[in-house]
């Protein structure tokens, strides 16, 4: 199968990563597999396992797809109609959540199961990462600290509750995605020496960082579509401390991390609750990785080729509450 990924983002990863860190794990897997990929990509970015097409934003992008491609996955919407003015076989992936009520396209694939609901659809893939890419866990360092980690000026992640949750549970805390100072969405600093701040991560810094945490502290404000955060800490061995919504009850069963929208009971939870931090690992490692995640799509890819719209009707967002409540 010759299969395009396309996405308006820089491939490889090279710090924090996020949707484009997933695209470049799916399509090596989906070389594992035997098929045909081609990426078209943001310009400057490469790839030794797969064909480049630099996405020219200038140019119809209709006009940039390979006469040959089977298939093409979008990871982001583009500006026509897919259903009525693209000809070629298509599968769109919804990372994010969309404006209330907007029509998606009929092979919209979402990327946990309440995603895929709350778009009025059945249609999802959990996003799935290569571990290998992450370097090994090591069990027997000392965790010191607990952590974050997300993009802290995004409100909706909630970095102050997450703060307040460690400082409650008088444990250190280590922000990973932020800094002490935010004044991009209102004026946050943070005081507390209890509390560390390292920025944007990646690489070996991130990895050293997770090694040596007890978990994750993640009380979000909102339906979270999925959660890489979430599952590469349980690689970790990290257990999750997080509030119920979204994905969140999918990802985070009661033996891998405790889920509640109260301050209070997570600060408990992190005081009192064990968790074993190798069946974390395990669970992470054997349900979120990259090649289940790309047998997952091969199928959905097999579907719309034998003629199927995954969708009877086109996906659309219901309306819903932007900050959820956190006590």
Not at 212 to 223: A, K, T
Not at 270 to 285: E, L, P, Q, V
Request: glycine share 8%; hydrophobic share 40%.
């Amino acid at each position: 199968m010759k299969i395009l990924l396309t996405s308006n983002t820089l491939i490889p990863v090279f710090t924090y990563g996020g949707t484009e860190r997933v695209i470049w794990d799916l399509g090596y897997e989906l070389v594992q597999l035997g098929h045909d990929v081609t990426f078209l990509v943001a310009p400057g970015s490469k790839c030794d396992f797969a064909r480049v097409i630099p996405f020219d934003k200038e140019i119809d992008i209709r006009r940039q797809i390979p006469s040959d491609t089977d298939i093409v996955h979008f990871h982001f919407n583009p500006n026509f109609n897919l259903d009525e003015d693209f000809s070629k076989p298509y599968a769109f992936t919804e990372h994010g959540n969309t404006a209330p009520g907007t029509d998606l396209p009929f092979n919209s694939i979402f990327i946990s199961r309440d995603h895929a609901l709350r778009h009025q659809s059945n249609q999802y893939v959990y996003n799935g990462l290569k571990w290998e890419s992450y370097g090994p866990v090591n069990f027997e360092q000392p965790r010191r600290y607990h952590h974050f980690l997300g993009k802290a000026a995004w409100r909706v992640k909630n970095v102050t509750g997450a703060i307040d949750v460690a400082l409650a549970a008088q444990v250190r805390l280590a922000v990973l995605g932020g800094n002490r100072l935010n004044i991009k969405r209102g004026f946050r600093f943070t005081w507390s020496r209890n509390v560390e701040f390292y920025g944007m991560v990646g690489g070996q810094q991130k990895s050293s960082l997770m090694n040596g945490s007890n978990g994750l502290i993640f009380p979000v404000r909102w339906h979270e579509p999925f959660g890489l955060a979430v599952i590469e800490s349980l690689y970790f061995g990290c257990p999750v401390f997080a509030t119920p919504y979204g994905s969140l009850p999918e990802l985070v069963t009661p033996e891998y991390g405790h889920l509640s929208s109260s301050k209070a009971d997570l600060a408990n939870a992190i005081g009192f609750m064990k968790f074993n931090s190798r069946d974390c690992h395990i669970y992470a490692r054997e349900n979120f990785n990259a090649a289940r995640m790309a047998e997952s799509y091969v199928n959905k890819y097999e579907q719309i080729l034998d003629g199927k719209k995954l969708s009877l009707a086109p996906p659309k967002l219901a309306p819903f509450q932007k900050f959820l409540p956190w006590n």
